[in-house]
Antibody, heavy 120, light 111 residues
Framework: EVQLVQSGAEVKKPGESLRISCKGSGYSFTNYWIVWVRQMPGKGLEWMGIIYPGDSDTRYSPSFQGQVTISADKSISTAYLQWSSLKASDTAMYYC?????????????WGQGTTVTVSS | DIVMTQSPLSLPVTPGEPASISCRSSQSLLYSNGYNYVDWYLQKPGQSPQLLIYLGSYRASGVPDRFSGSGSGTDFTLKISRVEAEDVGVYYC????????FGPGTKVDIK
């Protein structure tokens, strides 16, 4: 079964660092892009950035450039989203999703989401 | 940045009846290859989003044929031929031609 399994919920304080993960299985991890999507409480979806684990080619939405870092370790089929200094406004659900290698194929497999709560 | 808008933002539906959601982009999403780079996603209550339509009109694997996508350029439509109770949730369009961006979502619920 093709699936993306994300790490568990996190509760952090402002200023702390955090890395959440997204592990792919059931398919060739290096042949698909991984996208990160944010959903703030009660709000819509926001596209954050994308990485191709095959060569770590990474692109960010301008809204998130410099705010987060996306990376991947293809040896363990895992992508990461990390923050160096969290803010309360980072409180959200974060989803990873798989996108085909060809632009336009859509995000066809999604992780279950990771809830991040940042509060003092 | 490309801005995506959707209408209506709320859509009460009757099971068995058709439903339609409109999506507009601030720039054309029709590429020179003839494809429109628009996806449609459904986020059911308490679930992760799921892909319904890609490239404007292609149904994703496993998506019932009551869902269809159409449109070109800047105007797109998602149609449900006969709504079922399981179709409730928030529907998002997303442009994939430039830095991807989602529409605000259309909440579909049962009347």
């Amino acid at each position: 079964e093709v699936q993306l399994v994300q790490s568990g919920a996190e509760v952090k304080k402002p200023g702390e660092s955090l890395r959440i993960s997204c592990k792919g299985s059931g398919y060739s991890f290096t042949n698909y892009w991984i996208v990160w999507v944010r959903q703030m409480p009660g709000k819509g979806l926001e596209w954050m950035g994308i990485i191709y684990p095959g060569d770590s080619d990474t692109r960010y939405s301008p809204s998130f450039q410099g705010q987060v870092t996306i990376s991947a370790d293809k040896s363990i089929s895992t992508a990461y989203l990390q923050w160096s200094s969290l803010k309360a406004s980072d409180t959200a659900m974060y989803y990873c999703a798989r996108r085909g290698i060809i632009l336009g194929q859509g995000m066809d497999v999604w992780g279950q989401g990771t809830t991040v709560t940042v509060s003092s | 940045d490309i801005v995506m808008t959707q209408s209506p933002l709320s859509l009460p539906v009757t099971p068995g009846e058709p439903a339609s959601i409109s999506c507009r982009s601030s720039q054309s999403l029709l590429y020179s290859n003839g494809y429109n780079y628009v996806d449609w996603y459904l986020q059911k209550p308490g679930q992760s989003p799921q892909l319904l339509i890609y490239l404007g009109s292609y149904r994703a694997s496993g998506v019932p044929d009551r869902f269809s996508g159409s449109g070109s350029g800047t105007d797109f439509t998602l149609k449900i031929s006969r709504v079922e109770a399981e179709d409730v949730g928030v529907y998002y369009c997303m442009q994939a031609l430039h830095t991807p961006s989602f529409g605000p979502g259309t909440k579909v619920d049962i009347k």
